[in-house]
């Protein structure tokens, strides 16, 4: 089996498997409810036989609601988020290979001082200021994003000058090529694809972790999650349970545990093989 | 010391690779003012002659048989000794026992002038490290920096250019005088005239030759222009090595 | 659009080229610097011939190549390929016509993609601009490679190729083309003795009939060895222009290119006004009290021959007008 085949049937199942998870979360995003059933106590601690696919919580509502309403929340500014760098990214590149120095340049200078910023702590003052009924998770998703982006931005620059930069587009412009093939088909696709999608993956899953450490900050509000009224349990008790969450006398927070560790299951398998599927030779 | 004692007494030199002997039975010999080339073809081991030559030993297992000496350092001692056969950690021990010899008593000037600079620091910083290493550094540095770069052919303005800056025959001329600048007793150029042009090649072959004869140094010389090495080469090494020519001229 | 005084069938003729690059000075408000370049450059190749452009770095040789394809624009003077205009057209205009006229950069590695193997790169050639389908222009990659001597390599990526696989991969892909001609810069340079005869054996044993070649080159066994007529360039200006089959270089500068130990070094920096040569000719003629060689530059005139043609006063030149 010669090279070439040899990759394209080792990205195959990767890839999949990528879109697998990412249908499944969008899937499970659309049919979210926006708000929550109504208590039904007939229905408490339901089997998953009386209420599929997964039985009910102490208020006798669906979990399969709370799981859809994770997606939603968290998942979908967390994709958004990867799309912002995974463009800005392709344009730090583009900009590189093109050989436009100035433009360049000026964009370097605004990433180091943007760079330089402490992501986790703009994000918080960020999160504090937005009014109430807008603190949803997309705002801060697109803030990490802005901030993960010159980074990005530079690693891509660096592959594209790697490439050969101004040279390597010369010579295929010579050899007849018009832009959009160099630029598009050479430079993007093949070249800057595999940083760009491991950018994307990272901030991906970055902003999936945020949602998390926000549920610190629910706790000073005193709810379960800071960005969604509506969730089984914050993060931050789950995570501050210590020895008492092994021993699961609360049922509450085993579900909570499994549909959030579902969660970032599924996201992380999403990332890991979405990576390897777009991995360069 | 005369300068019939050798500066470099390399005999039966044979370094082995997984699978395959990398060169045996190489004699190299260096006098002082004079110019030994090592020729061959590529592939054959001029450069890891030339490393093992100042003790950089860098394959495994490596060193098989040989002696090395520098009569004119040390008239005994065989450097090779306990490291023959003994493997990749007698290597670095004997690579860190040499260190303080590489770029003071002998210097090599690598194939790509750009693996030679730093491409960082100025040409005149490098030049003045370079000095920096000789056994009496000299009273004026910025003078004696002038001087080496007017034996090359440089203007006194390249001492504050980058390496980046300077043109292809200019910066093979720059990582020459590096090379020269510590007063080295053994100079080892590996193929100094790759990517001149022919009249350039000339003036840059013949500058190593007549520096090393100003400082009383020997000059062992990677080459693979039969015009060159005829013209200026007292010996002839070649490679591969089952029949080691020795052509005194 | 073609000119009405081309030379019949030349591939190539380049006529008064003249480059000068503007150099910003070091501060911002230093004045500009002119770099001349090219100062003047004629010359044709026939169909089916192959030049060679000689000199030191600075001698304007590459410049030429790359005024010739179009990757700089000239001040002045005309390049005509195919008896068409071809400089002052616009990019577009020449990515349509570029499939004939090819360029073998000195950077191989820097011309090829680091994810495509040898033989996509050649398919991908053949399909964008060679007008195959992709089952043909995989039949046909896999023919040129293996032509070149890259039969076992056609699933190598750059980076597990070496210096000279590389060349051969980009020399496959200009091939492929069938190009009316192939613009070579430094093919061999880097390269060991022993892989340069393999890769010039590649590029101009593999030429098509008709094609015109010219190579860029300071290798001057390569020069004799592969080109009919060579080139030499000093200071932006072709000063000798012979075929080493029929005749010795004659120009002072020319004959130590071709035997560097034949004379002196020449050590004084060139001459702007005259010869530039000059400083460092050893002829009598550049030596006397009223030579003309510091007034005027020589212009390239016939020695022995239409074929061989000097800028030297000691040879008979008369000045450039």
């Known amino acids: 089996m010669s090279r070439g085949d040899a990759s394209q049937v080792n990205r195959l199942p990767a890839g999949m498997l990528a879109a697998g998870c990412l249908l499944l979360l969008l899937a499970a995003a659309a049919m979210a409810p926006e708000h929550l059933p109504d208590v039904n106590p007939d229905l408490r601690y339901a089997q998953p036989s009386a209420l599929p696919p997964f039985g009910a919580d102490a208020a006798g509502r669906s979990l399969l609601h709370y799981a859809t309403q994770g997606a939603r929340v968290a998942v979908v500014p967390a994709i958004v988020a990867g799309l912002v760098v995974g463009v800005l990214a392709v344009i730090g590149g583009l900009l590189r290979a093109m050989g436009l120095r100035r433009i360049d340049g000026w964009i370097q200078g605004l990433g180091e001082i943007v760079g330089a910023l402490p992501r986790m702590v703009v994000v918080l003052v960020i999160a504090l200021i937005l009014p109430r009924d807008a603190r949803v998770l997309l705002p801060l998703a697109l803030t990490w994003a802005l901030l993960a982006a010159p980074g990005a931005m530079d690693e891509a620059a660096a592959v594209a000058e790697r490439l050969g930069g101004a040279r390597f587009v010369e010579a295929l412009r010579a050899h007849g090529y018009s832009a959009p093939r160099i630029f598009l088909v050479h430079v993007v696709a093949l070249n800057l694809r595999p940083v760009v999608v491991r950018q994307m993956a990272e901030v991906t899953m970055q902003v999936i972790f945020l949602e998390i450490a926000l549920s610190y900050l629910a706790l000073a509000q005193d709810q379960p999650s800071f960005t969604h009224p509506d969730s089984l349990k914050s993060w931050a008790d789950l995570l501050n349970l210590g020895y008492t969450w092994l021993v699961f006398d609360d049922v509450q927070t085993g579900h909570a545990l499994a549909l959030g560790v579902a969660l970032i299951g599924i996201v992380s398998v999403m990332a890991l093989a979405t990576g390897r599927a777009a991995r360069a030779r | ?249 | 659009m073609s000119s009405p005084d081309s030379p019949k069938g030349a591939v190539v003729a380049v006529r008064g080229l003249v480059k000068t690059f503007v150099q910003a000075g070091p501060w911002p408000w230093s004045p500009e610097r002119a770099v001349r370049a090219v100062q003047g450059v004629d010359f044709e190749v026939a169909p089916g011939e192959v030049i060679a452009l000689v000199g030191q770095s600075g001698s304007g040789k590459t410049t030429v190549s790359r005024i010739v394809l179009g990757l700089e624009e000239p001040t002045d003077g005309q390049i005509l390929l195919d008896g068409e205009r071809w400089d002052g057209r616009t990019e577009s205009d020449r990515r349509t016509r570029r499939a004939r006229y090819q360029y073998v950069p000195q950077d191989a590695m820097g011309a090829l993609d680091p994810q495509q193997t040898a033989l996509e790169h050649v398919v991908e050639t053949l399909a964008v601009l060679g007008g195959r389908d992709r089952a043909q222009a995989k039949a046909d990659g896999v023919a040129m490679l293996q032509r070149l001597g890259l039969g076992e390599r056609l699933d190598a990526l750059p980076r597990e190729m070496s210096g000279g696989e590389q060349r051969r991969v980009t020399l496959a892909r200009v091939l492929a083309l069938d190009p009316s001609l192939v613009v070579a810069d430094e093919p061999t340079s880097g390269l060991d003795p022993d892989r340069r005869a393999s890769v010039l054996e590649a590029l101009v044993g593999n030429l098509p009939e008709h094609a015109g070649c010219i190579l860029v080159t300071h290798d001057m066994t390569e020069a004799r060895e592969w080109c009919d007529r060579v080139l030499v360039m000093l200071a932006g200006r072709v000063i000798e222009e012979i075929d080493l089959a029929e005749s010795e270089p004659a120009h002072p500068y020319a004959r130590i290119l071709f035997d560097p130990w034949s004379g002196a070094v020449p050590r004084e920096p060139l001459a702007t006004q005259g010869c530039p040569y000059q400083p460092n000719c050893p002829l009598d003629t550049a030596r006397a009290p009223d030579s003309p060689c510091g007034r005027a530059v020589p212009a390239l005139t016939a020695m022995d021959g239409p074929e061989h043609r000097v800028a030297c006063y000691a040879h008979g030149s008369s000045s450039q007008s």
């Open chain 2, 1 to 249: 010391m005369s300068d019939s004692t050798p500066l470099l007494a390399l005999e039966g030199l044979a370094i082995r690779a997984p699978g395959r002997m990398l060169v045996e039975d190489i004699d190299v010999t260096v006098l002082p003012r004079q110019v030994t080339a090592l020729v061959g073809p590529s592939g054959a081991g001029k450069s890891l002659t030339a490393r093992a030559v100042m003790c950089v030993l860098d394959v495994a297992p490596g060193l098989e048989r040989g002696t090395l000496r520098y009569p004119a350092l040390d008239p005994t001692r065989d450097w090779y000794e306990g490291v023959r056969g003994q493997g990749v950690r007698a290597q670095q021990r004997l690579l860190a026992q040499t260190r303080h010899l590489r770029g003071a008593w002998f210097t090599y000037s690598p194939q790509a002038a750009s693996s030679a600079l730093n491409p960082g620091r100025t040409i005149g910083r490098q030049l003045e490290i370079a000095v920096g290493r000789r056994d009496q550094p000299p009273a004026n540095m910025g003078a004696e920096i002038r001087e080496i770069l007017g034996q090359v052919g440089l203007d006194p303005r390249v001492s504050s250019a980058l390496p980046g800056e300077l043109s292809g025959g200019m910066s093979q001329r720059a990582a020459l005088a590096i090379a020269v600048a510590p007063k080295p007793r053994l100079v080892i150029a590996d193929e100094p005239e790759t990517g001149l042009d022919p009249v350039l090649r000339r003036a840059v072959v013949e500058l190593l030759v007549t520096v090393c004869k100003d400082y009383g140094a020997g000059l062992l010389l990677i080459s693979h222009h039969r015009d060159t090495v005829a013209r200026i080469a007292d010996h002839i090494v070649q490679l591969p090595g089952q029949e080691v020519e020795e052509a005194p001229r």
